[in-house]
């Protein structure tokens, strides 16, 4: 098989177990299992493979062996990147950059665990440790599908001008703030149930209430007006740098905003179920890997023709 062909294979198999993990990560928080293992990490209360573990035990430690395989994963990407990338490429650096914030991944899942910052823990650390969290995820997966895009076009060169590429960079740091809002949402929602609508909205405003409650008011009027910044951005990208690709992007991305408003607002009137948490968080990040694919597609265009995507048809076999 061809390298960079291997190397695409890798590398989104690396992103679809990278999502995976984040789910399953969610659904660790919301099942209260995230102490399973006590405070021991690497081990598991103290051994490698807990006997008789309980349900919690077994949802923690599921999720750090899916978690060890994505390590793994993106060890195999970031030396097949090395093979088919030329020192300094984009594509070794996307590689580079997706190991060393996979490691820091972990690296805060561990701190969260050895500091007993898991479960019925409601501290102020927890909460800063979950936003960063979140960040460092999102970029994660924003490095994951940069390496698989120049692993399937080759070299790319910059072609964006004006503002547009800023204000577009402009809107992801948004969005990734706003993805850390939500989850300290999430974590409030799920160590402070509401009983009712009612109820839950009181008690954003009791003075008196936690400050997790507190905060859960702001995630709504934030996912407002960020979404309604990246969907205006999406639409003038798509009219400045005019393609199909940047219409299939940007239509992804304003079609899978409007959907997370109806799921968002679903999860709002339901009292945040764990089933539409996780869902919640799984078109937050599909939302973002199109909106980072739509700034690939648009701003940046082949370097060359000595490197063919993939897939692409051989001049010669058209006979052009």
């Not at 993805?179 to 909205?201: K, N």
Request: proline share 4%; glycine share 10%; with cysteine.
């Amino acid at each position: 098989m061809d390298p960079r062909r291997r190397l695409s294979t890798w590398a989104q198999s690396l992103l679809a177990v990278t999502v995976l993990v984040i789910l399953w990560g969610a659904f660790v928080r919301v099942t209260g299992s995230g102490a399973g293992c006590a405070d021991h990490w690497p081990l598991c209360n103290g051994e490698l493979f807990p006997r008789s573990p309980r349900l919690a035990t077994v949802i923690e430690l599921t999720h750090r062996v899916t978690s060890s395989l994505a390590g793994l994963l993106s060890i195999v990407v970031f030396f097949l990147a090395r093979r088919c990338g030329p020192s300094g490429s984009g594509l070794r650096r996307a590689a580079g950059i997706g190991l060393f914030l996979m490691l820091l991944e972990g690296a805060i899942g561990a701190l969260l665990v050895k500091k007993g910052l898991v479960a019925k823990d409601t501290s102020e650390a927890r909460a800063l440790v979950v936003g960063i969290h979140l960040c460092n995820t999102f970029l994660l997966l924003g490095a994951q599908l940069a390496t698989l895009h120049l692993a399937r076009r080759g070299r790319l060169r910059f072609r964006g001008t004006g503002m547009l590429p800023i204000l577009l960079l402009g809107s992801m740091v948004l969005f990734v703030l706003l993805g850390a809002s939500g989850a300290v949402t999430a974590l409030g929602d799920t160590l402070f149930p509401a009983g009712s609508l009612a109820a839950g909205v009181r008690q954003d405003f009791e003075a008196q209430a936690h400050f997790l409650v507190r905060l859960r008011i702001w995630h709504p009027l934030l996912a407002i007006a960020v979404g309604a910044l990246i969907v205006y951005l999406a639409q003038q990208v798509r009219a400045v740098y005019r393609s199909p690709e940047t219409a299939r992007w940007a239509t992804l991305v304003t079609a899978g905003y409007l959907a997370q408003v109806v799921l968002g607002s679903l999860n709002l009137l339901l009292l945040a179920p764990a089933v539409i948490q996780i869902l919640h968080l799984l078109l937050a990040d599909l939302i973002w890997l199109a909106l980072v694919q739509l700034g690939l597609v648009a701003l940046f265009e082949p370097a060359s023709a000595e490197l063919p995507r993939i897939g692409a048809t051989p001049q010669h076999a058209t006979g052009a």
